[in-house]
């Protein structure tokens, strides 16, 4: 039984893992570019800016690029006190300008010393996932001007959060395949260490399948799954996001 379950969820995400998945999903944004610190910017962005219709997001992730010339980390790095006015109209439901100019300054101060965003999870130390979230956390928010307000943007396993979209970048970054979704320009980070994110469909489709009972949307249910698909393909667990989120959302499930 267990051999015919994972059968039928290889091959979903034999169906979805494919290149034609990266037009109507916010992976798109990254995809436009070909430099290892822009698709690491540009797919922050768009992972944080990650909620509500997915047309919506994409649309709001090009706007930001256009502002940033379409080349965000020389943006980033050598950007005028002059180009940062156009950041206050910018906005996406509660994301506000304070918080675009926020992250536009952690980026530069980063940028600055490192050469890739990786650096901010790992601190340059071996660890796993929870003190991965924490570290990008504490990193982002310990200048002691960042905004209060910004923090509810960028969630963490302390405050018992899934962590589902910072979950979804990290698998954009640190995934390795040859199917051209996910990037995997991460070599710290390992594939068998991510957590899947728990977005509405995945959760749904997880519960329905038997793969998740937890009822609260938590970190402890995050981590409930991932370990539940981790029986499944211990190096490669988040693989399957693929096939729950394409049974939910394309199959209705």
């Known amino acids: 039984m267990q051999n015919d379950f994972k059968s039928f969820l290889d091959e979903k995400v034999e169906l979805y893992n494919q290149p034609s998945f990266i037009p109507d ?58 180009d940062l006015k156009q950041f206050l109209t910018f906005k ?14 952690f980026l530069k101060s980063h940028y600055q010393k490192h050469d890739s965003l990786e650096t901010a999870f790992t601190n340059d130390a071996q660890g796993d996932m929870e003190v ?23 969630a963490t396993p302390v405050r018992k959060s899934a962590c589902k979209r910072l979950n979804m970048y990290l698998r954009w970054m640190v ?44 970190w402890r249910a995050a981590l409930e799954l991932s370990e539940n698909l981790r029986e499944l393909d211990p190096q490669d667990p988040v693989k399957y996001d693929f096939a729950l989120f394409g049974i939910g959302v394309m199959e209705k499930f």
């Open 25 to 82: 999903d916010p992976i798109s944004i990254p995809h436009q570019f070909s430099k290892k610190q822009d698709i690491e910017i540009s797919g922050l962005f768009a992972a944080t800016l990650a909620w509500g219709q997915r047309k919506t997001i994409i649309n709001k992730c090009n706007e930001l690029m256009k502002m940033m010339d379409h080349a965000p980390h020389d943006f980033i790095l050598n950007h005028a006190e002059n």
């Open 132 to 154: 991965y979230l924490s570290n990008f956390h504490n990193t982002l928010f310990e200048h002691p001007d960042a905004p209060d307000r910004t923090r509810k943007h960028v």
């Open 92 to 105: 996406h439901r509660t994301f506000n300008p304070t918080d675009t100019l926020f992250f536009i300054d």
């Open 175 to 218: 995934r390795k395949d040859n199917k051209e979704v996910d990037f995997g320009i991460w070599n710290t980070i390992q594939p068998s260490q991510l957590i899947c994110p728990l977005d509405v469909h995945v959760e749904r489709v997880a519960k329905r399948l038997g793969l998740l009972q937890r009822k609260q949307t938590d």
